[in-house]
């Protein structure tokens, strides 16, 4: 099982009793008087990996009910605030949903979530055999696995978020989701698309679904060029930002020094990583994989057939929203998925 996270600092369970000016029940984490917990069914299982979602889950309300019911998912909400210098569990919790969708916020909210639902599920026996994540889901991967701590993701994922929006002003940037794209068709799109500017897949995140990024005027080029190719839908997405693109490059330069003044740690559970669908099991590897995933695409499908090749057929979202979960019998119909970031879905939850 993955090493545990360091136990929340002494100003951190103080940051849990000031929960109450939020008139959520972090506060009541210390007297005992959170809400009834369901039943985790700890049945024995096939080989299982925990899957971490990225920017695009998240919306207001989420972690609220795993803090108020769970005291471990209380504390890692408390060592957020503590790590960040701000209540980000506010944020998290009531929104409002212009700030929280800022990359900058976006990304220590959802990482935050995250591991509040592991450490729900890890206090009730879960053990994975891997771990990966989407995007910003490999740093919530990293620390179940052990390679990075809490609090120290948690202010990376922050650093990541400001690099990624200072690299491209508003508006020259764009992403788009290409659905049902007949094979064979994309690098021809890409291509006739270009005329000068950049535009790329970002997320292969199954047989039916692309991503695409880059400069905006390219982008709405190739959301054309898809529909008359023959595409399903080819639609813009409300990003901030072009991730996983070369006009990411800046940030990818800003990061290097953060990521190198980080702690790594070797993976106590194997990770499959995003920018070479392979696994990994050290700390090097794991610095590499993040500095190298900022430019380029995220290939999902393939992470998951890797896993699945290793004899994985059982999966579990862990976090805020269901997107992972949604693409899995796109890639494969047989893998099963379940999602956890609620506290009514502990009890259908199956992981030994």
């Keep these: 099982m993955a090493r545990t996270l360091h136990a929340a600092s002494t100003s951190a369970d103080a940051k849990v009793r000031g929960f109450a000016s939020t008139g959520l029940s972090c506060s009541q984490a210390r007297r005992g008087t959170l809400k009834r917990a369901p039943t985790y069914n700890c049945s024995l299982t096939p080989k299982t990996a925990f899957l971490f979602p990225g920017q695009g889950s998240q919306a207001p309300g989420m972690g609220k009910g795993l803090a108020e019911t769970f005291p471990t998912a209380c504390r890692v909400f408390a060592e957020a605030d503590e790590a960040l210098g701000f209540p980000i569990s506010r944020l998290c919790f009531e929104g409002p949903e212009d700030q929280l969708k800022l990359t900058e916020n976006t990304q220590p909210a959802l990482l935050t979530v995250s591991i509040a639902a592991f450490e729900v599920l890890r206090e009730h026996g879960a053990v994975p055999d891997y771990v990966a994540g989407h995007s910003l ?8 696995a052990g390679s990075l701590r809490f609090a120290e993701a948690v202010r990376l994922v922050r650093q990541r978020g400001r690099h990624m929006q200072e690299a491209v002003p508003p508006g020259v940037g ?5 659905l049902k794209l007949p094979e064979g068709k994309l690098e021809s799109v890409l291509a006739e698309a270009s005329q ?3 535009v790329s897949a970002a997320n292969l995140n199954s047989p039916d679904q692309v991503v695409i990024a880059g400069n905006a005027g390219a982008v709405n080029r190739a959301v054309e060029l898809a529909k008359a190719a023959g595409a399903r839908r080819a639609v813009l997405l409300p990003v901030s930002a072009p991730f996983h693109c070369a006009l ?17 740690r070797d993976l106590a559970i194997p990770l499959v990583n995003n920018v070479g669908a ?7 590897e794991a610095r590499e994989g993040l500095y190298q995933q900022v430019p380029n695409p995220v290939l999902w499908s393939n992470s998951i057939r890797l896993l699945a090749g290793h004899g994985i057929t059982h999966f579990i979202e862990v976090g805020a929203g269901g997107v992972l979960t949604g693409l899995l019998r796109n890639i494969d119909p047989v893998l099963v998925g379940q999602k956890f970031g609620e506290p009514s879905e502990l009890a259908k939850t199956n992981t030994r």
């Design 248 to 264: 990411m490059k800046p940030a990818q330069e800003k990061l290097r020094a953060d990521l190198d003044a980080a702690e790594f």
């Design 196 to 198: 000068g500017e950049i």
């Design 137 to 144: 889901g490999e740093y919530s991967a990293l620390v179940a």
């Design 174 to 178: 764009a992403m788009a989701a290409l």
């Design 278 to 284: 392979r696994e990994i099991r050290t700390a090097a």
